[in-house]
């Protein structure tokens, strides 16, 4: 049995080690993505970010335990549905994006620690990824780890981020939801506004709840959505007050995410292609560097081309104009 079969089969094992060959952009990741992509696309995606220990994982390990015992619940709809008869309940597979080094390990602990509760429960797959220096990478491993979970059948894929960068923020903004995790008295909507997060808010959600200005907070998110003219029929995000720790409020998110994939069916496609676009760009631009980089420039040849640009000798347009040129005039590989 291949890996992808493995995989395809729901096999945790198989599903490790297809993460760690993407993390590690491994070229064997390619063969594999390509195996499994016919069978991806059904998993609903949502996406997590706010500032370092907002409570994201605390948040994202409550609201799996809420989806795996959604079935229990004799509730009118069911957002999450499961898969197969086999399973009675939806299957989730999480991926916390590390921001620290692989080396540190401190928050691969933090997650790992902060999700324990559902160690024992085989419907449940949680994994972080660390963050790779380059351009895209940390989006493009972190789109194809979903893939992996998506055909190994898993109902809802989470994926946590610090939504510090335009990296973050690009895999956070191609989910079928994001929800935009901040926390009071922490200067946040001032940081959110400056990542750029505000705008790729679904869901707001006012963490810690529990400490002071949290009221404060939900107003100023409220004021800053008021600037903002909501056509009839078009969705306003919500702001959500959760306390983490203890669960509370958590219910009301799970309801409002709910009631966003309800709104948004019929815009979900439109959300589905432009993460396909984003990554097939992301994916050529790579992949036309590389070609670059191995078949068409010596050794050094764009380290001289950054100094000269670094040295006023030739400007960035001229350089990339030429290196297109040269790249499109040499054979592909
Ligand atoms: N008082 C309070 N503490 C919380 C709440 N939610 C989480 N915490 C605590 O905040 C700390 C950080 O929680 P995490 O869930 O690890 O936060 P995170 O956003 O995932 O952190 P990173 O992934 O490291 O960015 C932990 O000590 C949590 O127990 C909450 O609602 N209220
Ligand atoms: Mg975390």
């Known amino acids: 049995m291949t ?18 060959l993407i993390e590690d952009e491994d070229p064997a990741s390619g063969d594999l993505v390509r195996a499994i992509f ?9 996406g997590v970010t706010g500032p370092p220990g907002a409570g994201k994982s605390t948040l ?13 619940q004799s509730t009118q709809s069911q957002p999450f549905s499961a898969s197969s008869a086999s399973s009675a309940f939806p299957t989730v597979g999480v991926i916390a994006v590390d921001p620290t080094s692989p080396f540190t390990g401190g928050a691969v602990l933090g997650d790992r620690l902060r999700m324990q509760s559902h160690a024992a429960d085989e419907g449940v797959f949680i994994r972080s990824m660390a963050t790779r220096g380059h351009l895209g990478g940390l989006a493009r491993s972190t789109g194809d780890a979903a893939l992996v979970l998506d055909a190994a059948g898993k109902d809802v894929v989470v994926i946590e981020t610090v939504g510090v960068g335009q990296d973050e923020v690009d895999i956070i903004r191609t989910a079928d939801i994001s929800i935009v995790t901040l926390v009071p008295g922490t200067g946040d909507e001032v940081q959110a506004l400056k990542a750029g997060i ?42 959500v007050k959760t306390v983490a720790t203890t669960g509370a409020g958590v219910a009301e998110l799970v309801a409002a995410i709910e009631q966003f994939r309800a709104h948004a069916a019929d815009t979900q496609m439109t959300r589905r292609k432009t993460r396909g676009e984003y990554r097939l760009r992301e994916l050529v631009s ?27 000798e030739v400007d960035p347009y001229t ?3 030429d290196l ?4 499109l005039n040499s054979p592909t590989s």
């Not at 016919?38 to 949502?46: D, K, M």
């Not at 994202?60 to 795996?68: G, K, S, W």
């Not at 297109?324 to 790249?327: D, Q, S, V, Y």
């Open 3 to 20: 890996l992808a079969d493995r995989v395809l089969a729901g096999d945790p094992r198989a599903i490790a080690r297809a993460i760690s």
């Open 38 to 46: 016919s069978h991806t696309g059904r998993a609903y995606l949502i």
């Open 60 to 72: 994202v390990d409550r609201l799996v335990t809420i989806i795996r015992t959604q079935s229990t």
């Open 198 to 239: 505000m705008e790729i808010a679904d869901i707001f959600v006012v963490n810690k709840a529990d400490r002071e200005g949290a009221d404060r907070l939900v107003a100023a998110v409220d004021a800053n959505l008021a600037l903002h003219t909501y056509q009839s029929g078009e969705w306003r995000p919500p702001v």
């Open 286 to 312: 790579q992949r036309f560097m590389d070609h670059l980089e191995r078949h068409v420039l010596k050794t050094g040849e764009l380290a001289s081309v950054v100094e000269r640009i670094a040295a006023r």
């Open 319 to 321: 350089a990339a104009a």
């Open 324 to 327: 297109l040129g040269r790249a």
